[in-house]
Every structure is written in structure tokens, then in C-alpha cells.
């Protein structure tokens, strides 16, 4: 399985656009790239997933270069409600038989 | 509509005893998977149901915990003989069975073993 490294924490301001870097480098094929928010006192939510270039939904952008060495979350525009901790997962889900594999995330905090 | 639930919210228990963790599933999700998490970590695989099977337990740390779905919907995570190690967060999931599809979390239930 592949190991992921992310920073352990950042700060960031409302309104600015934040950037989670998780770097895998022994990210494998037919491995996915996906990151969970979690909430203090509540599960993880699922935020995005994509395995190459850049996918975008109504919470957050994902870019993946072309070596997919790394990847980068991106929020637009925080608010102090993104105050959250960010896991990034990487793996072959279709083998896993689903299972998440978490590393220990990065705890962000939004300050007004 | 309802999400996955998880009861108790809380259980404090003392070292030696016996708990029960139930979960509720969303209606109709084939998978479930239970993970347990401790303070400032990430949730860590326990093991994963597809409808009453365990398919893969091979998270569960030793055999003092347990865990059943007998109609594939419920289910419930069993640990004999509690040890203070115990203590975390055990948190449920369920998805619609898709591999690789996003799975959804219950807000957990808290155990403290005195």
C-alpha cells in the first residue's frame, strides 16, 4: 500500500484559498487518490477522489501532476467551518475490498 | 434521509468487562465496515462486511473483539475482557458495496475502559 506524507498541520484565514499537498510516492497503477474532512466528534465525510490531472466538485479541487507522485487539495475560499482535519488516501480500493487506510491527516485551522 | 447511526454515543466500562457497539447502517448499503480511532490519529481498518459475511478481519487486533451483521444490516462489534488499551473511538461505515466508492461514517461511539 502506498505511504502518504502530509503536512501535520496548517493555519490559513477566511476567504483564502487553501492548499493540502500529500505527497505518495510509491503510488502504485491502479491505485486512487482520495481525501476524507473529518469533523472534531464526527465520522470522516468523503471530499473528493481521482486518480489522474484534476477533478473538481462543488467543495474542493484536486490536482494530480502527471507522475502522480503527489497531489494537492484545494479549497476556495475557507471559512472558519473548514476547521477540520484533511486525510489523504491512497490505494487500489477495487483490491482493498474497500477499505480506507488513513494516515494521521492534516489538522487545519481557519481563523477569522 | 437517515445516515448511518451509531449506539451508545458513549460507553464507559471497567477493564475486565464486556461491551457491545451496535451500528446502523444506511438502508440498503451492502458494505460495512467498522474502524477504530485513537486521540490524534487516523481511523485505523477493523474489518468489512459485505452483506453477513466478514470478508476481511483482518484489522481486528486479536480475538477479544468480535463482530456480527447476521441479516446484513445491523451490526454489532463485540469486546471481551475490555483493556484500557481499548479506548477510542469505534467508528462504523457503509456504502453501497462498490468497491471504491465513497464510504459514509457514523459519528462514532466513544469507549473508555477505567
Known amino acids: 500500500l502506498a505511504k502518504t506524507t502530509q503536512p501535520i498541520s496548517m493555519d490559513s484565514y477566511e476567504g483564502q484559498e487553501v492548499n493540502i499537498t500529500c505527497s505518495h510516492n510509491?503510488?502504485?497503477?491502479?491505485?486512487?487518490i482520495t481525501w476524507y474532512q473529518q469533523f472534531p466528534s464526527q465520522g470522516p465525510r468523503f471530499i473528493i477522489q481521482?486518480?489522474?490531472t484534476k477533478v473538481t466538485n462543488e467543495v474542493a479541487s484536486l490536482f494530480i501532476p502527471a507522475d502522480r507522485k503527489s497531489s494537492t487539495l484545494s479549497l476556495p475560499r475557507v471559512s472558519l467551518s473548514d476547521t477540520a482535519v484533511y486525510y489523504c488516501?491512497?490505494?487500489?480500493?477495487?483490491?482493498?475490498?474497500?477499505?480506507?487506510?488513513f494516515g494521521q491527516g492534516t489538522e487545519l485551522s481557519v481563523k477569522p | 434521509g437517515a445516515g448511518v447511526s451509531q449506539t451508545p454515543s458513549n460507553k464507559v466500562t471497567e477493564k475486565g468487562k464486556y461491551v457491545e457497539l451496535r451500528c446502523d447502517p444506511i438502508?440498503?448499503?451492502?458494505?460495512l465496515y467498522w474502524y477504530r480511532q485513537s486521540l490524534g490519529q487516523g481511523p485505523e481498518f477493523l474489518i468489512y462486511?459485505?452483506?453477513?459475511?466478514?470478508?476481511?478481519d483482518s484489522g481486528l487486533p486479536n480475538d477479544r473483539f468480535f463482530a456480527v451483521r447476521p441479516e446484513g444490516s445491523v451490526s454489532t462489534l463485540k469486546i471481551q475482557r475490555t483493556e484500557r488499551g481499548d479506548s477510542a473511538v469505534y467508528l462504523c461505515?457503509?456504502?453501497?458495496?462498490?468497491?471504491?466508492?465513497?464510504?459514509?461514517f457514523g459519528p462514532g461511539t466513544r469507549l473508555t475502559v477505567l
Open positions: 461505515a457503509s456504502s453501497p458495496g462498490l468497491a471504491g466508492v465513497e464510504q459514509f
Open positions: 481521482g486518480y489522474k
Open positions: 462486511f459485505q452483506g453477513t459475511g466478514a470478508a476481511d
Open positions: 510509491n503510488i502504485a497503477t491502479n491505485d486512487y
Open positions: 438502508s440498503g448499503h451492502t458494505a
Open positions: 488516501l491512497v490505494g487500489d480500493l477495487g483490491n482493498q475490498g474497500g477499505k480506507l487506510i
